[in-house]
């Protein structure tokens, strides 16, 4: 092992709070709140280690112009690299858990066996971290299964309901066909170069290119590409909301990013990766849109809602590839932080009003205004941001999309923005009516129910967020900027 | 002695209302403190603007720039000059009108609170909208202006159809938004900047090929908010079911703003020669939307509804003075909407009034109740009298300019099928008025009238005789727009 172990740092805090949240559970207390807060705690200090490892690692990188990397190059070793992408869809993800494990503190009290919950929360999130740190394709497809492993579980949670385990299972089959197919795709290119790094120069081996196309395809699914997103609307619509939040907001970016980094590190040029994203990114934003049109559910409705704003995403990632723009890759990581947020603060949203109202219908919704108002307060900030008004995060994310997409002016590009107006008005055929259900009258006037701490927290906690980062996005292009250079950078071979 | 004020006082004008908001949510006032709250905050801008006329006198437009998110290409600029202190003026009085009639009309409840706060951040959007010199944040406020009105619609408007009618709004004007959109981003592309002043010194602003895409995307975007037929399809619904605060707000300011997009954008960006191709289409959608929205209006018996579309028919007028292209038509334009402004609010004042006494909306079951409402009626009359455009009422003289405007240019057909399209104005006004105040009592006066309601409702027909009589200082100050405007070819 050689390198710098400090890389590993967020790594190993976070493994030390799953151990010690399963030694709590175990031995000392089997109370919720203390075994949030214990998560909690643990998230906090992944969250601070990365912020640390992220200061050392933009020094590092002043200093000799490359990432740092922890791991042993040799066949069969580990390899991990602390990059800009990696670090900072790390920090999304612990920052989410952070505020996840506080709000399940009140969420899962009612549930049996949450002393399972949070270590599995944890493990979700280490799994994620080392996908998106992974600089070698076998640790690649063990955090791949890692993440997905858990994620399985905690989707299939409650598991007396027969749907969520019908989810779980559908969502298990699919995803393990994809890491599948990831593993023979590991096993071919490790077959045609002889190594396992990335990255690594390109080959003009049909098993190279082969292996490629098995492991994009697998990280594509669990990004929910079209038309391998047949899971997604399942396993977001029937988890525990705390879950979907994860899976939306944190999940789903991390295996993009993961995508990217494999298809230009095994030297897919990045034009002909960014025409399939944006391809793709097309397909997605008009099946998620028109899909969620026709949704009774509301945690559906929001599930096909990521499935089209991921095509918002991978609409200016791929046209920022296509033309080697950084602005536009920026303008792409920023939608993915404003898409996280806002969606986080959705799916949390939702989860209170089924914990305290029981809604799972849309038309549940009716007049939930007036008696959780906090509630229905954040799921207006966080739809109002997806629909993307100012001056919220979705508008500037919305604005600086449009603009790269109109920048390029190619043919594709004119496409892209046509369609991309056009499903911005198309939803509004769901997020318009889910806050209008909110104001329905009522025949029975209910009295005001007072939101718990631990659910209020997370929710006021991410409005606000959702509120600054469309106010000022600034700070949030700034933490993307290294991104870009990066991937390009990788594409001729680091 | 020269009085200026500091380009700061832009900040405050737009910082007083968005605190008082905040303020009103935070700290949820009961019964009728939020109102006055919520006055005392509609009054700053009105002031706060005014006092900017001094400065203009002397030349210069006041100006202030904060660089915010320069990744983004986004700074916070603000600018006050004579184009834009037609509106902003028009807007901050009617919201100070508006926001007093609340007093009367609105009944506090918990929710007041939010009411009024999203009353201030509608008045906001629009302040904001007239006030930015950054097409960003012009985008931001006008945005701001739909979200704040359609949230008022839903939550507190009248009727089972809310619900539906507020999506209706949102989406229809959304569309027209998102065309604004696409035209600021090429702009903002082909120019690498997003301010205002700087595109307008620019050179050239686009390759030739695209300039008719961006001026037609605008034209057609600022013409939803304006709602010109045919895009004004979410107008009467709005109107009708909205909270009649609200209602004034959306007729007689927010339809103003999409005037101004295509004064601001459009010819303020771009010549003569760019723009020449757009004059008849221009001229012909302001003289259909006129008569389509007067014959309309003739057709429909919710008093509410009448006044609406009227709206469509006036907004035709501005749409055919701005379409002539001539120092009078273009005036006239900006000057009706200042006039519209006022004479709008007064009339769904009066109809407010009329409700609120009788509970009673249909033409049909109103009458005779002119000598039970006597102040009532003379305001009506004075509102009816104006949108019929007699003179010497305000719409008059705004009327006739846009008029002899129309007969500057080459499409003297046009023009007389647009003074003749005014004789609908008056029959729909006078069937309005002699409906409800003349005739057979047919429902009684059930309920007493809020002074503020009343008041107000005196206030704004005192202004629309006086601005009748004494156009001549705010044709002045109008007239000084020219110089911005087609390259300032004038």
Same mark, same amino acid.
């Given at each position: 092992?050689?390198?710098?172990?400090?890389?590993?740092?967020?790594?190993?805090?976070?493994?030390?709070?799953?151990?010690?949240?399963?030694?709590?559970?175990?031995?000392?207390?089997?109370?919720?709140?203390?075994?949030?807060?214990?998560?909690? /705690?643990?998230?906090?200090?992944?969250?601070?280690?990365?912020?640390?490892?992220?200061?050392?690692?933009?020094?590092?990188?002043?200093?000799?112009?490359?990432?740092?990397?922890?791991?042993?190059?040799?066949?069969?070793?580990?390899?991990?690299?602390?990059?800009?992408?990696?670090?900072?869809?790390?920090?999304?993800?612990?920052?989410?858990?952070?505020?996840?494990?506080?709000?399940?503190? %009140?969420?899962?009290?009612?549930?049996?066996?949450?002393?399972?919950?949070?270590?599995?929360?944890?493990?979700?999130?280490?799994?994620?971290?080392?996908? &998106?740190?992974?600089?070698?394709?076998?640790?690649?497809?063990?955090?791949?299964?890692?993440?997905?492993?858990?994620?399985?579980?905690?989707?299939?949670?409650?598991?007396?309901?027969?749907?969520?385990?019908?989810?779980?299972?559908?969502?298990?089959?699919?995803?393990?066909?994809?890491?599948?197919?990831?593993?023979?795709?590991?096993?071919?290119?490790?077959?045609?170069?002889?190594?396992?790094?990335?990255?690594?120069?390109?080959?003009?081996?049909?098993?190279?290119?082969?292996?490629?196309?098995?492991?994009?395809?697998?990280?594509?699914?669990?990004?929910?590409?079209?038309?391998?997103?047949?899971?997604?609307?399942?396993?977001?619509?029937?988890?525990?909301?705390?879950?979907?939040?994860?899976?939306?907001?944190?999940?789903?970016?991390?295996?993009?990013?993961?995508?990217?980094?494999?298809?230009?590190?095994?030297?897919?040029?990045? %034009?002909?990766?960014?025409?399939?994203?944006?391809?793709?990114?097309?397909?997605?934003?008009?099946?998620?849109?028109?899909?969620?049109?026709?949704?009774?559910?509301?945690?559906?409705?929001?599930?096909?809602?990521?499935?089209?704003?991921?095509?918002?995403?991978?609409?200016?990632?791929?046209?920022?590839? %296509?033309?080697?723009?950084?602005?536009?890759?920026?303008?792409?990581?920023?939608?993915?932080?404003?898409?996280?947020?806002?969606?986080?603060?959705?799916? &949390?949203?939702?989860?209170?009003?089924?914990?305290?109202?029981?809604?799972?219908?849309?038309?549940?919704?009716?007049?939930?205004?007036?008696?959780?108002?906090?509630?229905?307060?954040?799921?207006?900030?966080?739809?109002?941001?997806?629909?993307?008004?100012?001056?919220?995060?979705?508008?500037?994310?919305?604005?600086?999309?449009?603009?790269?997409?109109?920048?390029?002016?190619?043919?594709?590009?004119?496409?892209?923005?046509?369609?991309?107006?056009?499903?911005?008005?198309?939803?509004?055929?769901?997020?318009?009516? &889910?806050?209008?259900?909110?104001?329905?009258?009522?025949?029975?006037?209910?009295?005001?129910?007072?939101?718990? %701490?631990? /659910?209020?927290?997370?929710?006021?906690?991410?409005?606000?967020?959702?509120?600054?980062?469309?106010?000022?996005?600034?700070?949030?292009?700034?933490?993307?900027?290294?991104?870009?250079?990066?991937?390009?950078?990788?594409?001729?071979?680091? | 002695?020269?009085?200026?004020?500091?380009?700061?006082?832009?900040?405050?004008?737009?910082?007083?209302?968005?605190? #008082?908001?905040?303020?009103?949510?935070?700290?949820?006032?009961?019964?009728?403190?939020?109102?006055?709250?919520?006055? !005392?905050?509609?009054?700053?801008?009105?002031?706060?603007?005014?006092?900017?006329?001094?400065?203009?006198?002397?030349?210069?437009?006041?100006?202030?720039?904060?660089?915010? !998110?320069?990744?983004?290409?986004?700074?916070?600029?603000?600018?006050?000059?004579?184009?834009?202190?037609?509106?902003?003026?028009?807007?901050?009085?009617?919201?100070?009108?508006?926001?007093?009639?609340?007093?009367?009309?609105?009944?506090?409840?918990?929710?007041?609170?939010?009411?009024?706060?999203?009353?201030?951040?509608?008045?906001?959007?629009?302040?904001?909208?007239?006030?930015?010199?950054?097409?960003?944040?012009?985008?931001?406020?006008?945005?701001?202006?739909?979200?704040?009105?359609?949230?008022?619609?839903?939550?507190?408007?009248?009727?089972?159809?809310?619900?539906?009618?507020?999506?209706?709004?949102?989406?229809?004007?959304?569309?027209?938004?998102?065309?604004?959109?696409?035209?600021?981003?090429?702009?903002?592309?082909?120019?690498?900047?997003?301010?205002?002043?700087?595109?307008?010194?620019?050179?050239?602003?686009?390759?030739?090929?695209?300039?008719?895409?961006?001026?037609?995307?605008?034209?057609?975007?600022?013409?939803?908010?304006?709602?010109?037929?045919?895009?004004?399809?979410?107008?009467?619904?709005?109107?009708?079911?909205?909270?009649?605060?609200?209602?004034?707000?959306?007729?007689?300011?927010?339809?103003?703003?999409?005037?101004?997009?295509?004064?601001?954008?459009?010819?303020?960006?771009?010549?003569?020669?760019?723009?020449?191709?757009?004059?008849?289409?221009?001229?012909? #959608?302001?003289?259909?939307?006129?008569?389509?929205?007067?014959?309309?209006?003739?057709?429909?018996?919710?008093?509410?509804?009448?006044?609406?579309?009227?709206?469509?028919?006036?907004?035709?007028?501005?749409?055919?003075?701005?379409?002539?292209?001539?120092?009078?038509?273009?005036?006239?334009?900006?000057?009706?909407?200042?006039?519209?402004?006022?004479?709008?609010?007064?009339?769904?004042?009066?109809?407010?009034?009329?409700?609120? #006494?009788?509970?009673?909306?249909?033409?049909?079951?109103?009458?005779?109740?002119?000598?039970?409402?006597?102040?009532?009626?003379?305001?009506? #009359?004075?509102?009816?009298?104006?949108?019929?455009?007699?003179?010497?009422?305000?719409?008059?003289?705004?009327?006739?300019?846009?008029?002899?405007?129309?007969?500057?240019?080459?499409?003297?057909?046009?023009?007389?099928?647009?003074?003749?399209?005014?004789?609908?104005?008056?029959?729909?006004?006078?069937?309005?008025?002699?409906?409800?105040?003349?005739?057979?009592?047919?429902?009684?006066?059930?309920?007493?009238?809020?002074?503020?309601?009343?008041?107000?409702?005196?206030?704004?027909?005192?202004?629309?005789?006086?601005?009748?009589?004494?156009?001549?200082?705010?044709?002045?100050?109008?007239?000084?727009?020219?110089?911005?405007?087609?390259?300032?070819?004038?």
């Amino acid at each position: 092992m050689t390198g710098e172990a400090w890389v590993v740092l967020p790594l190993a805090s976070l493994a030390v709070g799953a151990l010690m949240v399963a030694f709590l559970a175990r031995v000392v207390t089997q109370d919720n709140g203390w075994l949030a807060a214990t998560s909690a /705690m643990s998230f906090g200090v992944g969250l601070l280690a990365t912020g640390l490892v992220a200061v050392e690692a933009q020094a590092w990188h002043q200093v000799t112009g490359t990432w740092p990397v922890w791991g042993s190059p040799e066949p069969g070793g580990a390899v991990l690299r602390a990059d800009p992408g990696a670090l900072l869809l790390t920090g999304v993800a612990m920052a989410l858990g952070l505020l996840v494990a506080i709000y399940s503190g %009140r969420y899962l009290s009612l549930d049996r066996r949450y002393m399972t919950y949070y270590p599995l929360l944890i493990l979700l999130v280490i799994g994620l971290s080392a996908l &998106l740190k992974a600089a070698d394709l076998f640790t690649l497809y063990l955090a791949c299964e890692l993440m997905g492993i858990t994620s399985y579980v905690l989707v299939a949670f409650r598991c007396e309901t027969d749907t969520s385990v019908e989810a779980g299972f559908k969502y298990l089959m699919l995803s393990s066909a994809g890491t599948m197919s990831m593993l023979m795709g590991v096993g071919l290119i490790y077959r045609a170069t002889g190594s396992l790094l990335l990255p690594q120069p390109a080959t003009d081996s049909i098993w190279a290119r082969a292996g490629l196309a098995c492991v994009a395809t697998g990280l594509a699914v669990k990004v929910g590409m079209v038309p391998l997103h047949t899971w997604l609307p399942d396993a977001q619509g029937r988890a525990p909301s705390s879950i979907s939040a994860m899976l939306a907001g944190a999940v789903e970016g991390a295996a993009l990013y993961a995508l990217l980094k494999v298809c230009l590190g095994l030297g897919l040029s990045p %034009r002909a990766l960014g025409t399939v994203l944006v391809a793709v990114s097309l397909a997605n934003m008009c099946v998620g849109n028109l899909m969620a049109l026709g949704q009774t559910y509301t945690k559906r409705l929001l599930a096909y809602s990521t499935i089209a704003q991921m095509g918002y995403v991978m609409l200016a990632v791929g046209i920022g590839l %296509r033309e080697c723009a950084n602005e536009a890759l920026q303008a792409g990581f920023y939608m993915l932080l404003a898409h996280a947020v806002m969606k986080a603060l959705a799916f &949390l949203s939702k989860g209170a009003f089924h914990f305290y109202c029981g809604v799972t219908e849309m038309d549940d919704l009716r007049g939930v205004a007036r008696r959780l108002p906090l509630a229905s307060g954040s799921i207006i900030v966080a739809v109002v941001g997806l629909i993307g008004m100012p001056p919220l995060a979705g508008f500037a994310g919305k604005w600086l999309v449009l603009a790269e997409v109109i920048r390029a002016s190619d043919a594709l590009a004119v496409i892209g923005a046509v369609l991309f107006v056009a499903n911005v008005l198309l939803s509004l055929g769901y997020y318009l009516p &889910l806050i209008a259900r909110l104001f329905a009258p009522l025949e029975l006037a209910e009295p005001p129910i007072v939101l718990s %701490r631990w /659910m209020g927290l997370p929710l006021v906690l991410l409005a606000g967020l959702v509120l600054a980062m469309g106010i000022q996005p600034q700070p949030w292009l700034r933490l993307t900027e290294g991104i870009g250079p990066y991937l390009l950078a990788l594409a001729q071979g680091g | 002695m020269a009085f200026r004020i500091g380009a700061s006082w832009l900040l405050v004008v737009l910082a007083v209302p968005l605190a #008082a908001a905040i303020l009103l949510v935070a700290v949820r006032p009961r019964g009728r403190a939020s109102g006055w709250i919520a006055g !005392a905050a509609a009054a700053v801008p009105l002031v706060g603007i005014l006092l900017f006329v001094p400065s203009l006198w002397q030349g210069d437009a006041v100006s202030l720039a904060i660089p915010w !998110a320069p990744m983004a290409g986004i700074s916070l600029d603000l600018r006050v000059d004579w184009l834009s202190l037609p509106f902003a003026l028009t807007e901050a009085g009617v919201t100070l009108v508006a926001v007093v009639y609340a007093w009367g009309y609105h009944t506090p409840d918990e929710r007041t609170p939010y009411m009024y706060a999203l009353l201030l951040l509608f008045a906001l959007g629009m302040s904001g909208t007239t006030l930015a010199d950054d097409l960003f944040l012009f985008f931001v406020f006008w945005e701001m202006m739909l979200l704040a009105s359609c949230l008022l619609i839903l939550v507190w408007g009248e009727g089972e159809q809310r619900g539906a009618v507020a999506f209706k709004y949102f989406v229809v004007t959304h569309l027209g938004s998102l065309m604004v959109l696409m035209a600021f981003l090429l702009l903002f592309n082909e120019a690498g900047s997003a301010r205002l002043t700087t595109l307008r010194e620019a050179e050239s602003l686009l390759p030739a090929a695209r300039v008719p895409i961006v001026i037609g995307l605008l034209l057609v975007g600022f013409s939803v908010k304006m709602a010109v037929f045919p895009v004004h399809i979410w107008l009467p619904d709005a109107h009708t079911v909205a909270p009649m605060p609200v209602t004034i707000m959306l007729a007689a300011a927010m339809l103003s703003m999409g005037t101004y997009g295509v004064l601001r954008f459009t010819m303020g960006l771009f010549g003569f020669r760019e723009m020449a191709p757009f004059a008849l289409p221009l001229m012909i #959608a302001g003289v259909v939307s006129e008569i389509y929205g007067a014959l309309m209006s003739l057709a429909e018996e919710d008093v509410k509804r009448i006044v609406a579309y009227s709206s469509v028919s006036q907004m035709g007028y501005i749409l055919y003075g701005l379409g002539t292209y001539t120092q009078p038509g273009i005036v006239g334009a900006t000057l009706h909407v200042v006039f519209h402004g006022i004479v709008k609010a007064l009339l769904f004042m009066v109809l407010g009034l009329v409700i609120r #006494a009788t509970g009673k909306r249909q033409l049909g079951e109103l009458g005779g109740l002119g000598p039970r409402l006597p102040t009532v009626a003379v305001c009506g #009359a004075v509102g009816g009298l104006a949108i019929a455009g007699a003179p010497p009422l305000c719409l008059f003289v705004s009327e006739w300019m846009i008029f002899s405007g129309g007969f500057r240019t080459a499409h003297i057909a046009l023009s007389v099928i647009t003074l003749f399209g005014s004789l609908l104005s008056v029959a729909y006004a006078l069937r309005l008025m002699l409906g409800i105040f003349v005739g057979k009592l047919k429902a009684e006066v059930i309920e007493a009238r809020p002074r503020a309601m009343l008041t107000s409702t005196v206030v704004l027909s005192a202004t629309a005789l006086v601005a009748g009589i004494l156009p001549t200082p705010l044709i002045a100050w109008i007239s000084e727009e020219l110089s911005l405007l087609m390259g300032g070819a004038w």
